[in-house]
């Protein structure tokens, strides 16, 4: 079996958005004649954490866990007396690529010393965090071994990056760099892949391969058709920048004066930089919306199965047609109706193909109401049903997707 050194910052028992597609290509790709072995953080210090992950990773995976000099302490240690705004300068300035800079000397040293010790074929490297590539490209450089990076979403072409002209250079100097020492790039949307050609267009549009995020949860293929007592909604993801659920509380709040406020149920899970009580309770609306920070997958996953509708959101930005929410591959595969408040592009593509999307435009509350609405009278008469394209959807299951991983790691020893 050939030999793969991963290197993953976000992995169990880490949990999140970000930790599963790491997850799951160690999971299944000893099937494939890939052994791994991850290099990772030691830390806890994260929104969320689920023990249960770990009993996914197949038991000759070996973990090496590198410490870090964590800017949580700092940051903690500088907001209690009152400087907040010095830690944000320190931020900005000296914490490049990101606040994971603390974990690169430690990640380093330990991968050294297994690189010293065990033969392997490839590198491997998956952001967030960019430091991860770091990381991996003086690997391949000192050791001779061909990398790959797992590139994820956007860095320096995030249109929410946020830091000023001189860090966007150096950030902007580093991400070049690596995109030409690397051996191939994986992205996750043909968006984004696109969005990259026509930046670094001296780099050969061969070297980059999409592969989606995905999913292996297993949900019940028949929904339950009795009528529950209330028609319950669902989200299942994080609100941070630009993103927030303000149009759709909106619309919720004119829904009030058209049902019955007992009768509807809306349920927010994970993490978010906007206040989803304060919100609930400006829109006088308390009472129907209920918000949980997380919860482990497996109560996650009940919640869903337990809900009648998904919610989905993605706000109107230059690069919203580009964006497919990691939740919306769980979604795929939960055999129920997703409420779409997105504009058109790569993850709508993905719900119509599905046969599972319902859609509203995300800037217009009449709109996100009357397809509520409309929902809500299909739930009440019993004829809320979707008929899922499985044969489309299965293309994005976990195992097919680190099937095509594989399949790039052979091509490139």
């Known amino acids: 079996m050939k030999r793969v050194l991963f290197i993953a910052y976000h992995f169990p028992p880490l949990a999140g958005g970000g930790t599963f597609r790491s997850l799951k290509f160690v999971k299944y790709l000893p099937e494939f004649g890939w052994l791994p072995t991850v290099i990772t953080t030691n830390t806890k210090n994260y929104w969320a954490c689920d023990e249960t992950l770990l009993q996914e990773i197949p038991k000759e995976v070996k973990i090496i866990r590198a410490g870090e000099l964590d800017s949580f302490y700092l940051h903690i240690i500088l907001s209690k007396i009152g400087l907040e705004k ?10 490049i690529p990101d606040e994971k800079i603390g974990w690169i000397p430690f990640a380093y040293r330990k991968a050294v010393k297994e690189l010293k010790k065990e033969k392997y074929d490839l590198i491997f490297s998956t952001s967030p965090t960019p430091c991860a590539h770091i990381i991996a490209v003086k690997l391949s450089y000192r050791f001779n071994l061909p990398w790959i990076a797992d590139y994820r979403d956007h860095w320096t072409l995030n249109p929410d990056y946020r830091y000023d002209l001189s860090r966007y250079k150096i950030e902007n100097n580093i991400e070049n760099q690596l995109h030409h020492k690397a051996a191939s790039i994986i992205i996750n949307t043909e968006g984004n892949k696109n969005d990259i050609l026509e930046t670094f267009k001296d780099i050969p549009s061969k070297k980059y391969t999409v592969i989606h995020n995905g999913s292996d949860t297993t949900f019940p293929i028949e929904k339950n058709n009795k009528k529950h007592n209330k028609f319950r909604m669902i989200y299942t993801g994080t609100f941070y920048g630009r993103r927030n659920p303000i149009t759709f509380m909106k619309s919720l709040s004119q829904i009030k004066k058209d049902i019955r406020i007992n009768e509807i149920e809306v349920n927010f899970i994970g993490n978010s930089q ?57 979604y795929l595969f939960s055999n129920r109706p997703v409420l779409g408040i997105i504009n058109d592009g790569n993850a709508k593509e993905i719900l119509k193909k599905s046969n599972l999307g319902f ?47 594989a399949e790039m790691f052979d091509s490139i020893v």
């Open 359 to 405: 859609f509203a435009d995300p800037d217009s509350p009449e709109d996100i109401k009357n397809q509520i609405l409309n929902l809500y009278h299909l739930w009440e008469t019993g004829q809320l049903h979707v008929e899922p394209n499985w044969e489309y959807i299965q293309r994005f299951h976990r195992r097919n997707l680190t099937e095509q991983l």
């Open 86 to 95: 010095l830690y944000q300068k320190i931020r900005d300035r000296f914490l």
């Open 274 to 330: 906007w206040d989803i009580n304060d919100l609930s309770k400006k829109y006088e609306i308390s009472d129907i919306v209920h918000f949980s920070p997380f919860l482990p997958i497996q109560e996650l996953n009940n919640q869903i199965i337990e809900s009648d509708v998904l919610l989905l959101f993605i706000d109107s930005t230059p690069n919203s047609p580009h964006v497919v929410p990691s939740k919306l591959y769980d």
